[in-house]
């Protein structure tokens, strides 16, 4: 029976000859990835009479989320985790400035076509830019894989998104990627597998690529796949942390949704308060005004998301009275923009550079808005008090539209300014 | 517990972790028994005062998206909800309710009839919802996840097997 990718890798993980969509499959995943949760998650490893991890080379644990520490408690949440994969043997330790969780892994070599990835962190997806099968978890069950180096998974439905023709000048994968999440809502894709396919994804190159699967979080994507090519291979070859081998769905799979999208509509797309499934033409919202951009986080903060809004801010000034912040999404990311001269742009610019992390994005800290302040992002969410008060609004916009709003002091298109 | 009877609290679709568990609290609330007093905070802030040991939630389709923070369902668990009661739910909420044993039940007739702060009765062995409008079935879980549930949660369950395993 032909297969679709996530019947494929978990009917190979499972040593099944083959799996159908709704059947629970247990599995031992190849990573497991942990964030600053990685403290709490030990509590409750604990709690299950766990002392040594079941393979301390799974474990990726990478501090991103509060970094560095805002604050004793979270100091203190640090210091537990770097006691923790001390004592464990635990290598894969990436700790604060190193990045964020998601780019780190595929930095690293660890994100490898046909191999599982379990992260409990709900944009644990994004490694399947790379060909891997990557969902995210709970803190519960990433605490009983600990123990016992296993998981119970259900074989998901799969969709596969064909996008055909090319995205217009100007126009990026967060558009392409928030006009479907518009189109489909945010339950769209709810406990499925998204396959990416067509002459427009494999045009894109693996940053942009990343942004799709990163996204797919927000349409209710389990997982979400885009078939490895010369690019990934070429990236990956000094990178690969070991051999692997890539998985593909068969020609004639049986898909649960199937849809084509024309990418030369794509036109620049605004993610509008509260909720990322509320998108708009820029053209219906520009002018809206702001009081600050943010541009960073695993899901726009690379280095090309950094040169587009570089060449919008060259030469200019945020608009006064305004603020943006900008925050590299990996150590290795933010050394590229010093030595392009981006991050001297920014600064020339008036904005702000921090340490690369999540940064503002869930409101913990380096730039969360005041009470009835709007803000400009280019993240992936922008629930009402995601940014840390409820009584604040964030559109959500590519990186060029962000650096332009941030000149405009209102939401504007880089060719408005 | 088979058997959960408790008063309505209902809510809209795609009700979201950062309204049912502020994300600013993530890492500076830990102590699960302090996690009830933040209670779908940015929804509804009458919940965490109001709400009664088995009193049941009712959402409409995708509850709990967005973040996977298990907090969204523990702060619930805690403050002794018996059950939610949903048109869908966001994939990985609903596998950390089941690892919680707090009943996850889809079932979107029961949600269409079912009326804010009505007293209802959940059978959760035969799958029946009783509320004033009339009777309504679910399918019981799946029996790979029945045993976690049934442990009282994975911490019991995986607790077991390492003790089990030696």
């Known amino acids: 029976?032909?297969?679709?990718?996530?019947?494929?890798?978990?009917?190979?993980?499972?040593?099944?000859?083959?799996?159908?969509?709704?059947?629970?499959?247990?599995?031992?995943?190849?990573?497991?990835?942990?964030?600053?949760?990685?403290?709490?998650?030990?509590?409750?490893?604990?709690?299950?009479?766990?002392?040594?991890?079941?393979?301390?080379?799974?474990?990726?644990?990478?501090?991103?989320?509060?970094?560095?520490?805002?604050?004793?408690?979270?100091?203190?949440?640090?210091?537990?985790?770097?006691?923790?994969?001390?004592?464990?043997?635990?290598?894969?330790?990436?700790?604060?400035?190193?990045?964020?969780?998601?780019?780190?892994?595929?930095?690293?070599?660890?994100?490898?076509?046909?191999?599982?990835?379990?992260?409990?962190?709900?944009?644990?997806?994004?490694?399947?830019?790379?060909?891997?099968?990557?969902?995210?978890?709970?803190?519960?069950?990433?605490?009983?894989?600990?123990?016992?180096?296993?998981?119970?998974?259900?074989?998901?439905?799969?969709?596969?998104?064909?996008?055909?023709?090319?995205?217009?000048?100007?126009?990026?994968?967060?558009?392409?990627?928030?006009?479907?999440?518009?189109?489909?809502?945010?339950?769209?894709?709810?406990?499925?597998?998204?396959?990416?396919?067509?002459?427009?994804?494999?045009?894109?190159?693996?940053?942009?690529?990343?942004?799709?699967?990163?996204?797919?979080?927000?349409?209710?994507?389990?997982?979400?796949?885009?078939?490895?090519?010369?690019?990934?291979?070429?990236?990956?070859?000094?990178?690969?942390?070991?051999?692997?081998?890539?998985?593909?769905?068969?020609?004639?799979?049986?898909?649960?949704?199937?849809?084509?999208?024309?990418?030369?509509?794509?036109?620049?797309?605004?993610?509008?308060?509260?909720?990322?499934?509320?998108?708009?033409?820029?053209?219906?919202?520009?002018?809206?005004?702001?009081?600050?951009?943010?541009?960073?986080?695993?899901?726009?903060?690379?280095?090309?998301?950094?040169?587009?809004?570089?060449?919008?801010?060259?030469?200019?000034?945020?608009?006064?009275?305004?603020?943006?912040?900008?925050?590299?999404?990996?150590?290795?990311?933010?050394?590229?923009?010093?030595?392009?001269?981006?991050?001297?742009?920014f600064l020339k610019a008036g904005a702000v550079v921090e340490s690369p992390g999540c940064g503002p994005c869930m409101g913990n800290h380096m730039g969360v808005p005041a009470v009835g302040e709007v803000t400009i992002s280019t993240a992936n969410r922008n629930f009402r008090g995601r940014m840390g008060t409820k009584e604040s609004e964030v559109y959500l916009a590519s990186p060029a539209v962000v650096a332009a709003s941030a000149v405009a002091g209102e939401i504007q298109h880089p060719k408005d300014i | 517990m088979v058997n959960i009877q408790g008063r309505v609290w209902k809510y809209g679709d795609s009700i979201n972790t950062d309204v049912i568990f502020p994300g600013k609290y993530t890492y500076t609330v830990s102590d699960p028994k302090e996690m009830p007093q933040h209670a779908l905070e940015d929804l509804d802030p009458k919940f965490a005062g109001g709400v009664q040991p088995q009193d049941v939630i009712v959402g409409g389709r995708n509850w709990g998206c967005g973040s996977s923070r298990e907090q969204a369902v523990v702060c619930l668990s805690e403050a002794k909800v018996g059950a939610i009661i949903a048109r869908s739910f966001a994939r990985i909420y609903y596998r950390n309710c089941l690892n919680n044993a707090l009943p996850a039940i889809v079932c979107p007739e029961a949600v269409d009839a079912i009326q804010e702060g009505e007293m209802i009765n959940v059978n959760l062995e035969e799958g029946v919802i009783t509320c004033a409008a009339g009777e309504f079935n679910f399918p019981p879980l799946p029996e790979a996840v029945m045993e976690i549930f049934n442990a009282g949660g994975l911490i019991e369950y995986t607790k077991k097997r390492l003790e089990a395993e030696g």
């Open chain 1, 1 to 345: 029976m032909p297969l679709t990718f996530a019947e494929k890798i978990l009917a190979k993980k499972a040593r099944l000859p083959e799996t159908v969509p709704g059947q629970i499959v247990e599995i031992t995943p190849d990573v497991i990835l942990s964030h600053d949760n990685t403290a709490p998650i030990y509590g409750l490893f604990q709690r299950m009479g766990g002392e040594k991890v079941y393979n301390p080379d799974m474990h990726a644990v990478v501090l991103d989320h509060a970094t560095p520490a805002p604050s004793t408690k979270h100091a203190e949440n640090h210091r537990i985790i770097r006691d923790f994969v001390k004592e464990q043997g635990i290598t894969d330790f990436y700790d604060i400035g190193r990045g964020i969780c998601h780019q780190v892994l595929v930095e690293s070599g660890l994100a490898l076509p046909g191999e599982v990835i379990l992260g409990s962190d709900s944009h644990t997806p994004h490694a399947g830019v790379m060909g891997a099968f990557a969902a995210g978890i709970g803190r519960t069950e990433m605490a009983s894989i600990w123990a016992i180096g296993q998981i119970w998974l259900r074989v998901p439905e799969s969709m596969r998104i064909t996008v055909s023709g090319s995205l217009p000048a100007g126009v990026t994968s967060k558009d392409l990627a928030l006009y479907i999440i518009g189109d489909q809502k945010a339950d769209g894709a709810l406990y499925m597998s998204v396959e990416w396919h067509g002459e427009a994804i494999r045009a894109l190159p693996l940053s942009q690529r990343a942004t799709l699967t990163n996204l797919m979080a927000e349409m209710g994507a389990k997982n979400s796949f885009i078939p490895p090519d010369q690019l990934t291979f070429n990236y990956l070859k000094d990178r690969a942390r070991r051999d692997f081998e890539a998985i593909y769905p068969d020609e004639n799979a049986r898909y649960t949704v199937e849809m084509e999208y024309d990418a030369g509509i794509i036109e620049p797309m605004i993610a509008c308060p509260h909720t990322v499934d509320n998108v708009k033409p820029l053209s219906e919202v520009r002018g809206t005004p702001i009081d600050q951009a943010f541009l960073g986080t695993c899901t726009n903060g690379r280095l090309d998301d950094l040169a587009a809004a570089a060449e919008v801010l060259e030469g200019r000034k945020i608009a006064s009275g305004k603020r943006m912040i900008v925050i590299p999404a990996s150590y290795e990311i933010y050394l590229a923009a010093l030595q392009t001269g981006y991050l001297e742009t």
